[in-house]
């Protein structure tokens, strides 16, 4: 499979997928997420996020299938984009960063659950462009 990609000067590319590298990418970026929300700042996130447990055992297969696709498009885009770090913290700010304000501003959630989320978002993002550039 062919993806278009616009280059520096405006002229499109065309570049083949690695589907290795997305798939790679993808996993990194659900480790990175077992670690950030298990063992570095799991407890933390249960009581800023207001929740008891980490969630409905009998739906985590289907969750975590959801979260793999979704992980696939976002490594396709930084793909897409040019996979490195510096794209991959423009994203964040440009994206993630802004989008998680919703949170604070209109659902009373705090800003310390803001900066544990934006920060999993910024770290998930950067690992995966680091896998994406390593593959090619």
């Known amino acids: 499979m062919l993806i278009l990609r616009l280059a ?6 065309m570049q083949e997928i690695n589907w290795v590298s997305l798939i ?10 077992f670690i950030w929300y298990g063992p570095l700042f799991g407890k933390a996130w249960m009581k800023l996020s207001g929740h008891k ?9 289907k969750m975590y299938a ?8 976002t490594a396709y885009v930084l793909s ?7 794209t991959a913290f423009w994203v964040w ?3 993630q960063a802004t989008l998680l304000l919703h949170g604070v501003l209109f659902e009373k959630q705090s ?20 896998v ?3 593959f090619k």
């Open 8 to 13: 520096k000067g405006g002229e499109i590319l």
């Open 24 to 33: 790679a990418a993808a996993i990194a970026s659900m480790a990175v997420g």
């Open 53 to 61: 447990e980490m969630g409905d055992k009998k739906e985590m297969p």
């Open 66 to 73: 959801i979260l793999f696709a979704a992980s696939l498009v």
């Open 80 to 86: 897409v984009l040019g996979a490195g770090l510096q």
């Open 93 to 95: 700010l440009g994206f």
């Open 111 to 130: 800003w310390n659950l803001y900066f544990l989320n934006a920060g999993h978002q910024l770290v998930s993002l950067l690992t995966m462009s680091w």
């Open 132 to 134: 994406l550039a390593y």
